[in-house]
Each structure stands twice: as structure tokens, then as C-alpha cells.
């Protein structure tokens, strides 16, 4: 039997994998696809701490990975999870080919941010169309971009950009903001923050980069052009938790419930990455998240 199952071999799970394998864990990690998750999305990373030029999504996927897979006691099993149980002294994961057996496991799944599947969002995707303000905000300094949502990300978002950018059009498709008081208060102070209320964005367009989105009025169904250089999507993200959303604690939007161990409601169970309820979605974080669940999985695991 396995000590730890890790799902998901994002920037959080490979984090955990490092420390629990250092800890001299058996561990085994489960990922459908290839290891890196959002990293292998993502071009280029500017805030990752110790790299003053930058480094390539792929670099850091593949670099995190060989440092794991250096160990004997690593086994990465290509597959998909789609139920955790637990028995007496042990969680089973059902997967495609059979089930994977541990004394303890980390879900380190993510997720992916919701889109609107408009024309021109995935062509202008990384041409003005972002899902991740802190990343990307750098580049729109002195410019016009929009900010799509009303949610707290929108809202910080959008007080983020307005530091940043000369003007910030945030576009929410109601009159009442969705996101916390306290921020709606901040933002409605900021003078270059303008709010466009009940317009749903119907189309991007641009030439070799965005230049403007059109957006409709939800009662009048008028239309109307904006002019911008950037369009900023936070309209929520998809978390990839249906495989455990009836064993364990899930915000509405599909986030896992931790506690400051990476623990969920049932012990021995734990959670890191995006894919639990948290303020900052950034690798940074993800690994700051990973190396404590690593860790905490192994102190678990001493004290049975
Ligand atoms: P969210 O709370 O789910 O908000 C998504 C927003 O996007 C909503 O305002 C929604 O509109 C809008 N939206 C969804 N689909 C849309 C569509 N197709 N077209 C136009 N608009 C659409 O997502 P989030 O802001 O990313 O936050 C996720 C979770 O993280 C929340 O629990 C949030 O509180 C938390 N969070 C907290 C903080 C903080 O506390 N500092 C910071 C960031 C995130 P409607 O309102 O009309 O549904």
C-alpha cells in the first residue's frame, strides 16, 4: 500500500510530492494529463520569486517534475480519479484502470477559469484577452482594458488594474455586485474606475490585438462599443472537484473547505492548490499550499 496518493500534478501537488518524498513517504501521484497543470498554459510567469527574467511555464512543469521523479519511491500513474473512499485504515481512488490504495491522500485537482465562449475570447486569448490580472495587469500600464464579473475577483481585479491602467470599464450583467460590500464600496471610490451595469459582453474584436468589446444592454438589448486594450475575464472558476463533491466540505462554487494544515473534514484527507477556498490563486501560493500539505500528511501519518 501506498503512505500518500496525490491528485493532480499541478505546481501544488508536485510541492507536496517533494516534501512528503523527502520525508521518506511512499508516494504515488495520479494525473490525466501531462505533470505541470495550468503551468503548461501559461507562457511565460513574471511573478514566480527568483526568476528576475521570468521563466517558461513548461521550464518549471518539467524542472518540479524531474525533481520528484529522481526519487525510487515516486510513481506516477497516469489516470483519471473519480471517487475517493475510506475504509478502516485506508482511502481507496477509483480510477479508469482499477483503484489506488493509501494510508492518506492530497486532492491538488484545480481548476479552470469559466469562459464566456463569445467570438473573439480564445482569438484574442493572450492578445489582450486575460484570465489573470495579476499576472498580466504589468503589461497594460497607461492603457484602457475592461474587466469582466462581480465577483471579489472582478472587484479586486479591477482596484488592482486601476493602478495600473489608465482606465478600468468594469462590465457586470446585474445592478448589485455579487462580490463583498467593502470592496464594492473601494471601488465605487476609485476615479478611473467606471462601472458599465447589466451589460453582458457579446463579442471581442481587435486587429492583431484587442481594441474593443461590444457589450448589450440586458433590458434594452442595445449595443454598444468599447473602446480597449485589454479585456480582463473573472467570471468564476470550474473546479475540478465533482469527483468529491458529495464525500467532502465544498463552497457553492465547488471549492474544498481546509483548515490551516491543508485538512479537510475528514482527517487524513487533505486539499492544496486552487482547487480549495482561497484568496490568491498564483503558483506561488500553490506551493506554499503544497509543501505544507506534503508536510502535514507525513506528520499525520507519524502519529498513527
Ligand atoms: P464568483 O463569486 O463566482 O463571481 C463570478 C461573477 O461572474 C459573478 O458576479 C457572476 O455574475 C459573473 N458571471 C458568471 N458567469 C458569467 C457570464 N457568463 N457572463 C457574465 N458574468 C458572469 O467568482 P470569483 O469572483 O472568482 O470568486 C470565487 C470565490 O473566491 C468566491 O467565493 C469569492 O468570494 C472568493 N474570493 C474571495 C476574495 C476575497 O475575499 N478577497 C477574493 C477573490 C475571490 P452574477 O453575480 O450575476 O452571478
Redesign the pocket.
Known amino acids: 500500500m501506498l503512505d500518500l496518493t496525490i491528485i493532480g500534478a499541478g505546481p501544488a501537488g508536485m510541492t507536496a510530492a517533494l516534501y512528503a518524498l523527502r520525508s521518506g513517504l511512499k508516494v504515488g501521484m495520479i494525473e490525466q494529463g501531462a505533470p505541470g497543470g495550468q503551468l503548461l498554459k501559461t507562457e511565460k510567469i513574471d511573478n514566480y520569486p527568483g526568476f528576475a527574467d521570468g521563466v517558461l511555464g513548461m521550464d518549471l512543469a518539467t524542472n518540479m517534475f524531474m525533481q520528484i521523479s529522481n526519487f525510487d519511491s515516486f510513481k506516477l500513474i497516469n489516470d483519471t480519479a473519480k471517487k475517493i473512499t475510506r475504509s478502516s485504515n485506508s482511502f481507496i481512488v477509483d480510477i479508469s484502470s482499477g483503484t489506488v490504495e493509501s494510508r492518506t491522500v492530497i486532492i491538488a485537482t484545480g481548476g479552470y477559469p469559466?469562459t464566456?465562449d463569445i467570438p473573439g475570447e480564445k482569438e484574442y486569448s493572450g492578445k489582450g484577452v486575460s484570465y489573470c490580472a495579476i499576472c498580466d495587469g504589468f503589461f497594460f500600464k497607461d492603457k484602457i482594458v475592461a474587466v469582466?464579473?462581480?465577483?471579489?475577483?472582478?472587484l479586486?481585479d479591477a482596484m488592482y488594474l486601476s493602478s495600473i491602467a489608465k482606465e478600468v470599464y468594469l462590465i457586470?450583467?446585474?445592478n448589485n455586485?455579487?462580490?463583498?460590500k467593502i470592496l464594492v464600496d473601494k471601488i465605487k471610490s476609485i476615479s478611473n474606475v467606471h462601472l458599465v451595469l447589466e451589460k453582458?459582453p457579446v463579442e471581442i474584436k481587435g486587429d492583431t490585438k484587442v481594441s474593443e468589446i461590444v457589450v448589450k444592454d440586458v433590458k434594452t438589448e442595445s449595443i454598444t462599443s468599447l473602446f480597449v486594450n485589454g479585456v480582463f475575464l473573472?467570471?468564476?472558476?470550474i473546479m475540478n472537484s465533482d469527483f468529491v463533491k458529495d464525500s467532502l466540505a465544498t463552497?457553492?462554487?465547488g471549492?474544498i473547505v481546509v483548515d490551516e494544515k491543508m485538512e479537510s473534514i475528514t482527517p487524513g484527507l487533505f486539499a492544496c492548490g486552487d482547487v480549495i477556498?482561497k484568496?490568491l490563486r498564483q503558483v506561488s501560493t500553490a506551493v506554499g499550499d503544497g509543501a505544507i500539505a506534503g508536510q502535514m500528511a507525513y506528520e499525520y501519518l507519524s502519529k498513527l
Open positions: 469559466r464566456l469582466i464579473g462581480g465577483g471579489n475577483t472582478a479586486e457586470h450583467r446585474r455586485f455579487r462580490g463583498s453582458v473573472a467570471i468564476g472558476q463552497d457553492d462554487s471549492h477556498t484568496d
